[in-house]
């Protein structure tokens, strides 16, 4: 019997998406949520998009992008289906840039800058990376399968225009692997069947 390397479902994007999630205690509520995309290839071309709701932001939710069409294509799937509140279609695009810094053997920095604003979104005490994979329809919540490499960081904190968000990190399991609330995702590619 042969099996093949290949996966034989469609691939929707490919690309990264880094996230931080703080609270105050552990059992506590988010108090920042925040869902970073740098996408490589989408139906909706490349492109930045920074997902945001904080105390920080009021607990309003604030898209970031430099690519208004991938943004409202990954929010209309991808994005909604793991945070629905993300997935609104009226909420305002800033335009922002985007760049990064660092060396995640030790930590990593993306810069978002608009008109008004500088974010800045740093992990750190960055832990051991492994390969997360699920196949399409794995997960009874969502259509889509995900391979990820997700490399926890046990230190992370967000700011805009200076002022640091409340809360921390704090550690999780996924299956027998040390995980976090905040966690580099990188060569992230998303599935669905053909």
Known sequence: MTTSSIDPNRILLTGENPY???SETDDGPVT???SFWRIIFSPGGPGHVLFLQSELTNNEPRVYTDNINMTRWLQEGIQGSINATFGN????????????SGDIRSFWTEHIKTRDEEVDLTWYEIGEPFLSHSLPGSNPQRPYGV???LIP???ARLTINGRFAKG???P???EDRKHS????????SWTLPY
Do not use: M, Y
Request: net charge positive; with cysteine.
């Open 20 to 22: 931080i999630r703080l």
């Open 32 to 34: 920042t949520d925040a």
């Open 89 to 100: 279609l009226e909420l305002p695009a800033i335009e922002a840039s985007f760049k990064s």
């Open 147 to 149: 391979a990820t490499v």
């Open 153 to 155: 960081a046990n230190g």
């Open 168 to 170: 921390r990190p704090f």
């Open 172 to 174: 999780r399991q996924r």
């Open 181 to 188: 609330t905040c966690a580099l995702a990188f060569s992230e």
